[in-house]
């Protein structure tokens, strides 16, 4: 089983960043395999990696997610091509659709038909990796604009089809998507013990595309925290559980609660979306089961973290996503170490 954590997000100024690019090269000197960085409406998606590209030299590194109603597909092409050469080919190029409120909040973007403008995204992206002229007559994006004076184009770059293209994606068509034509599946909202739940969908895709979950690297995760008092070590993962599923996108839009309501938590995810639409947060937060909180994360002694690995190697995960928990640098690069021995561990029984 492969690893991988994350940089990026709400950094609040240069010492906080430094400690992000620290985190990353020390993750590299104990082996881990990818770095992916979060963007949402923090800091963007590429700079961090381009940072993290001269400073490395092993590990891969991905846009976990460029989202793509915030660029247009030639120029996500041009970007990720740009970061393969820079990495020397370490580039991983991560796409999510996101959900409306950033969308059409952030970027003032529609927000409707986004699983056809990711599907589309993805053909302009293999035209321009291939070094084709952009030409596409699609519902979303048609290249060249009609009626004007562009012209069919292709990419100032040497063609590189060598780029990894990985979906960041929750509903049952989208997942589908990302098992046809993906490259991997940058996951969230998964329930190791109730994986079918969307790893079905990705092995349908697959096999209607004539490829099989071979073709796909699943990576997927969760937090480590280490410890004895599991009430203790549960208690800060309730909030941002609680925020998942009420927050994050609409009350009629969310895919995160979707996915844990057919992982099999229905009753708490609506209770606890409605509280948190209502306003009553800590209630919402409260409302967050253990189980959720249990199954989601790595949390416990070394066999209780053993154990969890072992739910996500079993459930079909390649790469096991961690985010060591730990106040200062120090805590969070042990906190790692033991978690990648447990890893090293599980794998090698």
Same mark, same amino acid.
């Given at each position: 089983?492969?690893?991988?954590?994350?940089?990026?997000?709400?950094?609040?100024?240069?010492?906080?960043?430094?400690?992000?690019?620290?985190?990353?090269?020390?993750?590299?000197?104990?082996?881990?395999?990818?770095?992916?960085?979060?963007?949402?409406?923090?800091?963007?998606?590429?700079?961090?990696?381009?940072?993290?590209?001269?400073?490395?030299?092993?590990?891969?590194?991905?846009?976990?997610?460029?989202?793509?109603?915030?660029?247009?597909?030639?120029? &996500?092409?041009?970007?990720?091509?740009?970061?393969?050469?820079?990495?020397?080919?370490?580039?991983?190029?991560?796409?999510?659709?996101?959900?409306?409120?950033?969308?059409?909040?952030?970027?003032?973007?529609?927000?409707?038909?986004?699983?056809?403008? !990711?599907?589309?995204?993805?053909?302009?992206?293999?035209?321009?990796?291939?070094?084709?002229?952009?030409?596409?007559?699609?519902?979303?994006?048609?290249?060249?604009?009609?009626?004007?004076?562009?012209?069919?184009?292709?990419?100032?770059?040497? &063609?590189?089809?060598?780029?990894?293209?990985?979906?960041?994606?929750?509903?049952?068509?989208? !997942?589908?998507?990302?098992?046809?034509?993906?490259?991997?599946?940058?996951?969230?909202?998964?329930?190791?013990?109730?994986?079918?739940?969307?790893?079905?969908?990705?092995?349908?895709?697959?096999?209607?595309?004539?490829?099989?979950?071979?073709?796909?690297?699943?990576?997927?995760?969760?937090?480590?925290?280490?410890?004895?008092?599991?009430?203790?070590?549960?208690?800060?993962?309730?909030?941002?559980?609680?925020?998942?599923?009420?927050?994050?996108?609409?009350?009629?839009?969310?895919?995160?609660?979707?996915?844990?309501?057919? &992982?099999?938590?229905?009753?708490?995810?609506?209770?606890?979306?409605?509280?948190?639409?209502?306003?009553?947060?800590?209630?919402?937060?409260?409302?967050?089961?253990?189980?959720?909180?249990?199954?989601?994360? !790595?949390?416990?002694?070394?066999?209780?973290?053993?154990?969890?690995?072992?739910?996500?190697?079993?459930?079909?995960?390649?790469?096991?996503?961690?985010?060591?928990?730990?106040?200062?640098?120090?805590?969070?690069?042990?906190? !790692?170490?033991?978690?990648?021995?447990?890893?090293?561990?599980?794998?090698?029984?």
């Amino acid at each position: 089983m492969r690893t991988a954590v994350g940089v990026g997000g709400a950094a609040s100024g240069k010492e906080d960043w430094q400690q992000q690019v620290d985190f990353i090269t020390e993750a590299e000197k104990l082996g881990v395999d990818y770095c992916w960085s979060a963007e949402a409406w923090g800091q963007d998606c590429l700079t961090t990696l381009a940072y993290l590209a001269a400073v490395t030299d092993r590990i891969k590194l991905g846009t976990g997610i460029m989202q793509v109603s915030a660029r247009a597909p030639s120029m &996500a092409a041009m970007s990720a091509m740009t970061m393969s050469t820079i990495s020397d080919g370490r580039f991983v190029l991560g796409l999510g659709v996101s959900g409306p409120q950033v969308v059409e909040g952030l970027t003032g973007q529609p927000f409707a038909r986004p699983l056809e403008r !990711l599907r589309e995204y993805v053909d302009i992206l293999r035209l321009a990796f291939a070094g084709e002229k952009l030409v596409y007559d699609g519902n979303q994006y048609v290249l060249p604009r009609p009626g004007g004076q562009g012209k069919a184009l292709r990419l100032a770059q040497p &063609a590189d089809d060598r780029i990894p293209v990985y979906l960041a994606t929750l509903g049952p068509k989208a !997942l589908e998507l990302t098992g046809a034509v993906a490259d991997g599946w940058v996951g969230t909202s998964f329930v190791p013990e109730a994986g079918g739940a969307l790893l079905d969908s990705i092995r349908q895709g697959a096999e209607s595309a004539g490829r099989s979950m071979a073709d796909i690297d699943v990576q997927v995760g969760g937090s480590v925290r280490f410890g004895d008092d599991l009430d203790e070590l549960m208690e800060p993962h309730r909030a941002g559980t609680a925020f998942s599923l009420g927050a994050m996108g609409s009350p009629t839009t969310n895919f995160y609660n979707e996915a844990y309501r057919r &992982a099999g938590f229905e009753e708490a995810c609506i209770e606890v979306q409605q509280l948190w639409v209502d306003g009553r947060r800590d209630e919402a937060i409260a409302a967050v089961p253990d189980e959720l909180v249990l199954q989601t994360n !790595l949390l416990g002694d070394d066999d209780s973290v053993a154990a969890r690995i072992r739910a996500y190697r079993d459930a079909g995960v390649d790469t096991l996503r961690l985010a060591p928990a730990g106040r200062t640098l120090d805590e969070r690069v042990a906190t !790692l170490g033991r978690a990648l021995d447990l890893v090293k561990r599980v794998s090698q029984e």
